[in-house]
């Protein structure tokens, strides 16, 4: 990603929002994050900023709330002005969902951690490697007792010595870089230790549901900016002697799809409102993690059947690289995985109604 | 001495005689430490604005039916730039002659200056009948407070059915505070007047020229309307033609004046054929690409005869001084022939040059909107045409 | 120090289009903005404030609700409170009306000592409204201002542009200014921590009971001028293209052009 467009989100105060204002952030809510993504998603239809945006804000959350003084003072100083982004690392080559088989482990050296595996399939790798900054990661402290054995910190890429990194392209989000690394004997100073030791599992989870409800208004603002251009698309085209959009069957379709993403708007922003009252203490666990993967695991789907019908309005030229909606539709195929799968969205909804002895899996 | 329409609240009144330097027209004394009208007031209600006391209230009654027809005579506001009157005059006594002979009444000229009397006969050859001059050495530069307390004085006393004002900066100035005064209806760059079922009908754009709007103002008297340079014809002088001149005396206490001005900065420079005056105009826009690509139209300038002007993307982009602008923000014009070259023609820089007599348009867009507007265009780059423009005019001129 | 402000709400002229139909404004789609002279005046105002380090701003509008948002961007640009004047009574106004109310508005605030708003208004385009509520108000007036300074002991002074040039004015208090941005001023848009803010500012409506004043110089009765006709200018009529490389149109437009009376004057 172009560092002035970093730099123009830093400009319009919204590389801190949620971080608390001693740092240099806002201190906002973050349904007001989420209006933000919304909005942002609206504006760049391959999601590319959004993403930027929405994982700088989730992580950037997790370091405010569990990161040491020094390390906050350090990370945010920069990462709040432009100069270097946040990211998220967890998944790897074999490991997706089953987070507690993870191959990469740490362990304590004296004054400092030692990290030695590999990451792969990571949004920002290469804005981390040029511009700097660094990546939440999550990796085996104890690993003979699984996930309760973890540590989340915070793991920085560029000059680092013994992080290898590569690049995949992926499909879609062109912006934003994707890849991986090599973690090679990787040491980190103990200051960037997030949280206590072998609890990194319990705590990321924060991350990842606020990432999720963002993702969900991101969803849904690409979504609706794609309908728009259908709307004025087919009040102009022309077949069979009248505007198509006076046929019942695209006006059927456009009704459809503006109920549903209106109603992942609501999911979604009630989900970050619930976020928020937790954090005031006034919301259960279980209440958050309902209402997130309720949104989450709609969200996708809704936006690409709606976009989709979009690209199909515009006939040949919505299958062209120079229709913008094809590049949203490519977008969102991203979100049925990035910050959790949609069926382990579904698991968490099932669990919260069957109860844990009903945990898939066990 | 009670007048009509104004009271000095004696409670209220210190004589701190801060209104006596005010006045215009002397109309105000001091005795026994509180201020009393004389009969010579005008009502122009220059005291009140400086009257820290709220000490004196001006309560000019409404107009009937009957008071309305009293108001005689179409006036205009004559500008003056160096105790010269500027072309605008002309063109506002043209229209304003045009207006007067459809109601059979006569047209007023008001000039405030340092010097007015050598002016009288040339504005007479345009349709005046009567100059109202006020010639007094602080009138020299524009001052909000003294130009319109004094003119308001002058309309209050010679009750006159029409004032028309030039759309310049300061007619834009002068026109609206005077209005206000007066409590009467005031339109603003109208370019169409005519008379209507006995009244003035001023048309203007609006919404950045997108619109036409008709406008009349029924109730109050004077209709005053403003309108801009370079949009009304100007007619033939007669210089036969004589007018009476009706001199009125005045006094401006320099002391009393609020405003000061500390320097005046020059930017146009004097002798150089202004934009405004010019009978043909090159224009160029963003499409001319850099400054020095402007020496092509300049080139063709030399050739023809015409003035070298610009849009406000060219101004933006610093490859024309602002006084080259023409447009909305900038100047309106209205040439025997205006050529614009890489103009896109937004209606922004539409309204300031469609009244111009033939448009001429090269641009490579040809759903340009500048040729909506154009009577002749060329669809191509203008660093090809310009030029070859050029040479065949020189030939056929020459010929000539 | 008391600054006050007046702006207003209007359609961004340069996305209106005309229904080539009915020769009528289409409305719809047209997003509204804050006159974007009015935002050189508040941000202008700001900077004032700040140069002399005192001062309250206020910042008042006559229009619908609408308008609330036209305010709130003020208010994210830094003025400390927003009041909307907004009533039924007051439409059909003409710019007589309008100061009449902005300037009751202006008296009901109470004492104050400059009074800012930009030029004109990109939709009536009069220019007129400033020095009417000047007048109303009883002071002077200075437009077509491109520069302001204000020192610590309130000495104004006012770089104006004129036609032909450019005038450096000294002036007392109180006074009201219409601002003038220059060609290279490009609304921006405040940033985050600024709109939040501004959600905590006092934000006040009044209509035309609290506001008070006489009813009848509000609105369409209050208006000296009446609009009696819009139309679609009228247009020029069909353009003549010449089709043709560029030195065979040159030829031809060259005829063309050498028949022209402007040029037959040579």
Known sequence: ???????????????????????????????????????????????????????????????????????????????????????????????????????????????????????????????????????????????????????MFYLPLKDTPGITPTYVEDIGREAISCGGFDINNVEIPK??????????????????????????????????????????????????????????????????????????????????????????????????SMAIAMAKSVAPFWARDAIDDVMQWQGAFGYTKECEDQKAWRAVRSFTLAEGSSEIMKLIIARELLGKEFLAYR | MKILGIEIVLEKCTGCGLCI??????????????????????????????????????????????????????????????????????????????????????????????????????????????????????????????????????????KPNIVLFPATHIGRDLAPRVAATLEVGLTADCTGLSIKDGLLLQSRPAFGGNIMADIISPTTRPQMATTRPNVMKIKKPDNSRKADIVTIPVNIDPKAMRIVIKEIIKTTKSGAKSLDEADIIISGGRGIGSSENFKILEELAKTINGVVGASRAAVDAGWRPRSDQVGQSGKTVSPKLYIACGISGKIQHQVGMKSSDTIIAINTDPEAPIFDIADCGIVGDYTEVIPALNEELKKNLCKN | MKFIVCIKQVPDTTEVKVDPKTHTLIREGVPSILNPYDQFAVEECVRIREEIGEGSISVITMGPPQARSALMRCLAHGADEAILISDKAFAGSDTWATAYTLSHAIKKIGSFDMVFCGQQAIDGDTAQV????????????????????????????????????????????????????????????????????????????????????????????????????????????????????????AKKLSKILCKNEALAKR
């Open chain 3, 130 to 249: 400033g020095p009417e509520i000047a007048q109303q108000l009883g002071i002077p007036q200075i437009t077509y201002v491109e520069k302001v300074s204000l020192d610590k002991t309130h000495k104004l002074t006012i770089h104006k542009q004129t036609d032909g040039g450019d005038q450096i004015l000294e002036a007392k208090l109180p006074i009201l200014l219409a601002l003038l941005p220059p060609s290279s001023f490009q609304p921006e848009h405040p940033p985050m921590s600024s709109i939040l803010k501004a959600k905590r500012k006092p934000f006040n409506i009044w209509d035309a009971n609290i506001l008070g004043g006489d009813k009848s110089k509000f609105g369409l009765d209050g208006s000296f001028t009446q609009v009696i006709k819009t139309y679609t200018p009228p247009s020029r009529g069909e353009c003549e293209m010449i089709e043709d490389d560029p030195k065979e149109a």
């Open chain 1, 1 to 151: 990603m172009p560092k002035d467009i970093i730099k123009a989100l830093a400009k319009f105060e919204l590389l801190g929002m949620v971080i608390d204002p001693e740092y240099g952030g806002l201190g906002t809510d973050v349904v007001t994050a989420g209006i933000a993504a919304e909005e942002l998603a609206r504006a760049d239809l391959s999601c590319s900023i959004p993403v930027l945006f929405l994982v700088g804000t989730s992580w950037g959350h997790v370091i405010d709330k569990y990161g040491t003084e020094e390390a906050k003072k350090e990370i945010f100083s920069k990462s709040i002005k432009g100069e270097q982004i946040i990211g998220i690392a967890t998944t790897e080559s074999d490991t997706g969902s089953d987070l507690g088989n993870m191959k990469t482990k740490i362990t304590k050296k004296g004054d400092k951690y030692v990290v030695n595996g590999e990451k792969m399939y990571i949004s920002g790798v290469a804005e981390a490697m040029e511009y700097g900054g660094g990546h939440v990661t999550l990796a085996r402290m104890k690993p003979e007792l699984g996930t309760r054995g973890m540590n």
């Open chain 2, 21 to 158: 330097k005010a006045c215009p027209f002397a109309a105000i004394k001091v005795k026994d430490k509180k201020a009393e009208i004389e009969a010579n007031c005008t009502l122009c209600g220059s005291c009140v604005d400086v009257c820290k006391f709220d000490a004196i209230l001006i309560d000019r009654p409404k107009l009937s039916n009957k008071d309305l027809s009293e108001y005689k005579d179409v006036w205009i506001f004559v500008e003056l730039k160096e105790n010269e009157i500027k072309k605008v005059g002309f063109e506002l006594a043209s229209k304003a002659r045009e207006i007067a002979d459809t109601l059979g009444e006569r047209v007023g000229a008001v000039i405030l200056g340092e010097k007015a009397k050598h002016l009288c006969d040339e504005i007479a050859a345009y349709g005046v009948d009567i100059v109202y001059i006020v010639e007094i050495e602080n009138l020299k530069e524009y001052n909000t407070s003294n130009y319109s307390g004094i003119l308001t004085g002058i309309i209050l006393k010679y």
């Open chain 1, 191 to 288: 200051h960037y230790l997030l949280g206590e030791e072998n609890k990194g599992f319990y705590y990321i989870h924060e991350g990842y549901e606020l990432a999720r409800g963002l993702i969900a208004l991101v969803c849904a603002g690409a979504a609706s900016k794609a309908l728009e251009n259908g709307i004025a698309y087919i009040k102009e085209r022309k077949a069979f002697g009248r505007h198509i959009g006076k046929y019942e069957g695209i006006q059927f379709k456009l009704a459809e799809h503006h109920v549903k993403i209106q109603a992942l708007r609501q999911l979604g922003y009630k989900a970050l409102w619930t976020y928020d009252q937790e954090i005031q203490g006034k919301a259960s666990r279980f209440e958050v």
